[in-house]
Nanobody
């Protein structure tokens, strides 16, 4: 079970921090991540983090977004800085076990 929070509306250049709290079979999660889906587009990878804290980012967000995790709180964060209108999307948290689990998403809107 994944619950996202922290979405909202900001202007270009602003910042937001998304949070995702995981519950259930936490110990079997190997990778957590953030994906996003803009209207009329396919869902795309934003960033992932492994249990060993190895991170991976989409080229479009490198240098602007930072993914991090707090194992004690079963939470993964996405710090988003220097936001652009093209970052507008629904952001989904994911957790990989033998399946990929998804949260319900949180809306991020960046206005110019």
């Amino acid at each position: 079970h994944l619950v996202e929070s922290g979405g909202g509306s900001v202007q270009t250049g602003g910042s937001l921090r998304l949070s995702c709290v995981a519950s259930g079979s936490i110990s079997s999660i190997s990778v957590m991540g953030w994906y996003r889906q803009a209207p009329g587009k396919q869902r795309e990878l934003v960033a992932t983090i492994t249990r060993g804290d190895t991170t991976n980012y989409a080229d479009s967000v490198k240098g602007r977004f930072t993914i991090s995790g707090d194992n004690a709180k079963n939470t993964v964060y996405l710090q988003m800085n220097s936001l652009k209108p093209e970052d507008t999307a629904i952001y989904y948290c994911s957790a990989d076990t033998v399946f990929r689990w998804w949260g319900l998403g949180t809306q991020v809107t960046v206005s110019s």
